[in-house]
């Protein structure tokens, strides 16, 4: 890169960036807040998003946030609670325009191995309806085929003769 004359931050720059933005697991008020501005200046047809779940394994790495003056590495899901297991996973919840190409990340929770389909239904219920308050209008939730995601949409009533639900988020 710096053959090339491409000058990027050294890491203790990148730090103190992300030690200066208050962040954390859930839905943040203020990132909340943009996103409505975003889907306000949106036609109908801009608005309609499909709802994207994934879980990737992460490094167990616990560390002290000075900003938000505590301990993070450890589980956290947000409105569910956290725990003092080492988060060894991350969900991440994102949002997709359904016919304009757009992506937007809307929350992320770790966890200690996964979370729990019983979890995830929980999760996925505030997401829509965080989703619905924004503006946006949400029509599929797309996953892989994880046990955990298998047992959020059996609870949800998707079966595998009916693989969709319907208003049954809310």
């Given at each position: ?31 909340m807040e ?115 995601n298998r047992?959020m949409f ?17």
């Open positions: 890169m710096r053959r090339i004359k491409v000058v990027l931050p050294g890491e203790s720059t990148v730090r103190r960036w992300l030690n200066s933005i208050s962040y954390s697991t859930g839905f943040s008020p203020k990132y943009q996103l409505k501005l975003k889907a306000d200046c949106m036609s109908f047809k801009e608005r309609k998003c499909v709802i994207l779940l994934d879980k990737m394994a992460i490094k167990k790495y616990i560390e002290y946030n000075k900003t938000l003056d505590e301990v993070e590495g450890f589980e956290d899901l947000g409105s569910l609670g956290k725990s003092r297991k080492p988060g060894s996973h991350a969900l991440v919840v994102m949002i997709r325009g359904l016919y304009v190409n757009w992506k937007i990340p809307l929350s992320y929770y770790f966890t200690g191995s996964g979370v729990k389909g019983d979890n995830m239904v929980l999760i996925i219920k505030e997401c829509v309806q965080k989703i619905l308050e924004l503006g946006f209008l949400p029509s599929a939730i797309i996953c892989d085929q994880g046990t955990q047992r059996s609870i949800l009533g998707g079966s595998e003769n009916e693989p969709f639900t319907i208003n049954n988020l809310l």
